[in-house]
């Protein structure tokens, strides 16, 4: 489609499914990622395969390597860019563990702060009507034990796309997406070798839609965000999850059981690490 599509955390997972998908498209891809292999990698096969893809090495949550990023784009595209889909996050536990306030604040670093900042930095370049996206998680709405630094970034990425929805009235339409379990495995190491997926029969058949996600799941439904034709969708969030959340769990219901660990919660999240 000739686009230029700017993609966080490209290199690995679901962000390269998502370069692949837009290159495939004949969009022209740019991407960031920490992960200096990983980048090479994915840059050298996209080559291969004749698509217009290009990689940056540096961590979202340094502001040097965005500005970078972003001015290294806007040399080589000067007319400006029409798609950024921040997807890159990572995890680092909770309140149970040592997740500390550096940690935690490197969470929202590279979650809710590197977003902001390219929409900043693009804000004023994007062409015609542009569309963000935003990667959020069914963890913004739901949670496990010791997850509060992902899920606040996941929150934060979540409210995020509203505001900057209705401040970008005219400049660009502002999606987020939250995908459920996304198994990455063949998105990770050597495509040319069978990957074996990890799951029991019991994860796909939890999951109303009978199976567990792929990250080809949420790169097409963020191409249907970025697509113009759509652009009466705004400020909204999609949730892919197989409809995993909207599963009502009652004890005793449906064959559904309330087991809970007769471990204090520290001991049954970190068997091996007791003092
Ligand atoms: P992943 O860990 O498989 O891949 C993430 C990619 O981002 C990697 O290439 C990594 O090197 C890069 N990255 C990480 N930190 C970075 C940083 N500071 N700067 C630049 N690049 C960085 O993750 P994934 O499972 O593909 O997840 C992608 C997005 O989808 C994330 O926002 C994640 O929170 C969200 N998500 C994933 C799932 C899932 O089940 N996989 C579920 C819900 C939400």
């Not at 960031?32 to 395969?49: A, F, G, K, P």
């Not at 972003?70 to 309140?95: D, R, V, Y």
């Amino acid at each position: 489609m000739n686009r230029i599509i700017i993609v966080t955390g490209g290199a690995g997972g679901i962000g390269r499914c998502i370069v692949e998908h837009f290159a495939a498209e004949g969009d022209q891809v740019y991407f960031i990622d920490i992960d200096r292999e990983v980048t090479l990698d994915q840059v050298e096969r996209m080559h291969q395969l004749g698509y217009r893809v290009t990689g940056f090495v540096g961590d979202v949550a340094d502001r040097q390597a965005l500005e970078d990023f972003a001015s290294l784009i806007l040399e080589e595209q000067p007319q400006g860019i029409h798609c950024l889909i921040n997807n890159a996050c990572l995890t680092n536990g909770g309140i149970l563990t040592d997740c500390d306030y550096d940690e935690f604040l490197y969470i929202q670093r590279v979650g809710v702060v590197a977003p902001y900042m390219l929409a900043k930095l693009f804000r004023d370049h994007f062409c015609g009507i542009g569309s963000i996206v935003n990667i959020s998680s069914t963890r913004a709405f739901q949670s496990q034990p010791n997850t509060e630094s992902y899920t606040a970034a996941k929150g934060g990425i979540t409210a995020l796309t509203h505001a900057l929805a209705i401040s970008l009235s005219g400049v660009a339409r502002v999606n987020s997406v939250a995908p459920g379990w996304i198994d990455t495995g063949n998105y990770h190491g050597d495509p040319n070798q069978p990957y074996t997926p990890f799951y029991s029969k019991g994860d796909i058949d939890q999951h109303p839609s009978g199976r567990v996600g792929e990250p080809e799941d949420i790169a097409r439904v963020v191409a249907f965000l970025c697509d113009e034709r759509n652009s009466f969708i705004n400020g909204e969030n999609i949730t892919v999850d197989g409809g995993m959340s909207r599963l009502m769990i009652y004890h005793n219901d449906y064959g559904w059981k309330y087991q809970p660990t007769k471990l204090p919660i520290y001991e049954y999240l970190f068997p091996n690490d007791q003092e």
